[in-house]
């Protein structure tokens, strides 16, 4: 079983709209959780941290079930830019491991 | 503040060829990782280091790949001899080594196997 999976998507949707990616993790034990944002062609950046109380980042929320053990990012408002693939990704704190999903892919139209 | 720092960014090989990527992590940063990341899909760890031991190598196809980080700073990762199947883009990524830790990516080397 995947440590991290993810829907690959694509998503495709109209600028404006509202977007959510969900993402669930095998391991009770991970202990830090992240999106990491991934254009074409490019490395993966980290776009926001996970906490349990959730977070938001402008137009950007991250929420963290533990007891469903999955992670969700919620986009509003979306922007031709945000077109990307995001990287769900999860660590547990054994010499800070990182584990990836395989990314959702964003596309988002004018 | 400098990021990671990879080259080549790009190599084009023959299958049964041997090729090296060296990374600098970010100053400060006790480990390093490399990741291989296939078109399509999420990055693969290879090997993980702590300083200059190393933490993980399960998925490491140790047959052929080997990795080494002397003095706990840069590193290298080679491939002999290349298959197909290693055309991929090679990502090597540094943190610190505290709890919440972000990781931070070089650009890559982009290995095409012909």
């Known amino acids: 079983r995947k440590e991290v999976e993810q829907d690959p998507g694509p998503f495709n949707v109209p600028e404006g709209a509202t977007v959510a990616f969900n993402c669930t993790y095998s391991?009770?034990?991970?202990?830090?959780f992240f999106w990491y944002r991934q254009d074409c062609r490019k490395e993966p950046k980290l776009l926001m941290s996970?906490?349990?109380s959730g977070n938001e980042d402008g137009r950007f929320t991250a929420q963290l079930n533990r007891a469903s053990q999955y992670i969700s990012l919620l986009i509003r408002d979306s922007k031709l830019s945000d077109s990307a693939t995001y990287l769900c990704?999860?660590?547990?704190?054994?010499?800070?491991?990182?584990?990836f999903g395989s990314g959702t892919k964003l596309n988002v139209k004018p | 503040e400098a990021g990671v720092a990879q080259s080549p960014r790009y190599k084009i090989i023959e299958k049964r060829q041997s090729v090296a990527f060296w990374c600098n992590p970010i100053?400060?940063?006790?480990?390093l990782y490399w990741y291989q990341q296939i078109l399509g899909q999420g990055p693969k760890l290879l090997i993980q280091?702590?300083?200059?031991?190393?933490?993980?190598d399960s998925q490491l196809p140790k047959d052929r790949f080997s990795a080494e980080r002397l003095k706990g700073v840069d590193s290298t990762l080679k491939i002999q001899p290349a298959k197909l199947e290693d055309s991929a883009v090679y990502l090597c990524?540094?943190?610190?080594?505290?709890?919440?830790?972000?990781?931070?990516f070089g650009e890559g080397s982009r290995l095409t196997v012909l």
């Open positions: 990524a540094s943190s610190l080594s505290r709890v919440g830790a972000e990781l931070f």
């Open positions: 391991n009770s034990a991970s202990q830090s």
């Open positions: 996970v906490y349990s």
């Open positions: 990704v999860v660590t547990q704190y054994n010499f800070n491991k990182f584990y």
């Open positions: 100053s400060g940063h006790a480990t």
């Open positions: 280091f702590q300083n200059n031991g190393v933490v993980d």
